[in-house]
């Protein structure tokens, strides 16, 4: 259950709902039923793009991280969902609580061949708003994991998943897209999801998580071949 105030002295600044303080100015507090566990859901991109890397594939990374994360989830007695999705949600784990089902879980992800390759995160931002408003073990926070490529940004999903409950992105980035040489003119390149060739250049300053900012979503930037953390910009901290 969910309770809402206004803010008051003694109260953490990071209690205060982003979402409330970015559309209506308002410094307001959600207090959280703390009877109960927390519930995590991963939603996890799986699209042709992550399985790109310069060594490891951005998806054997995320794997990599989720691991890490769930076992942390655990030791505090918290429990977690995992939706893979392409264009459609590919995956869905049930309510899991303990590292054994967590480690089958993990081995589908690795085997599965999905035969989806392009993305569209419409389906799974809808599917992780009903997790969020279910009335039985909803969701408390949503960690998308994605290197965040759509086609839309699905800017209207992202907002009503946020306003239904605390959002992270986790944004999987690999040096080959991130450190191409600045000179003028065109590359001739291939979608991997898509298979079309188009012409592209690097100097374009294009960033396709800037609208997540905008929302009051989290970013964490993850480089994949060092999985060091990063801001949005791709500056190490």
Not at 19 to 32: A, C, F, G, P, S
Not at 155 to 183: C, G, K, Q, Y
Not at 186 to 195: F, I, M, N, S, W
Request: aromatic fraction near 8%; hydrophobic fraction near 40%.
């Amino acid at each position: 259950l969910r309770e809402t105030r206004d803010f008051e002295i003694g109260d953490s600044p990071r209690s205060v709902s982003r979402t409330q303080l970015i559309k209506h100015d308002r410094e307001i507090v959600v207090e959280k039923d703390q009877d109960r566990s927390a519930v995590i859901l991963f939603l996890i991109d799986v699209s042709a793009s992550e399985h790109l890397g310069s060594s490891a594939t951005k998806y054997e990374r995320i794997l990599d991280v989720l691991q890490g994360m769930a076992q942390a989830c655990f030791a505090k007695g918290h429990r977690v969902i995992v939706c893979a999705f392409t264009t459609c949600v590919v995956y869905e784990s049930g309510l899991i609580s303990g590292r054994n089902r967590w480690e089958a879980v993990r081995d589908e992800l690795t085997h599965s061949m999905f035969e989806r390759k392009q993305t569209d995160p419409h389906e799974a931002l809808e599917r992780a708003c009903w997790f969020a408003l279910r009335p039985s073990c909803p969701a408390d926070l949503v960690c998308i994991v994605s290197d965040f490529l759509f086609p839309n940004p699905c800017v209207r999903e992202l907002e009503a998943l946020h306003d239904a409950t605390d959002v992270v992105a986790l944004v999987m980035r690999d040096r080959i897209e991130t450190s191409m040489p600045r000179v003028t003119g065109g590359y001739l390149v291939r979608d991997a999801e898509t298979g079309e060739m188009c012409y592209t250049t690097s100097v374009s300053s294009f960033e396709p998580t800037r609208h997540l900012q905008s929302l009051g979503i989290d970013i964490c930037l993850l480089d994949a071949q060092g999985l060091r953390f990063a801001d949005w910009r791709g500056a190490e901290q």
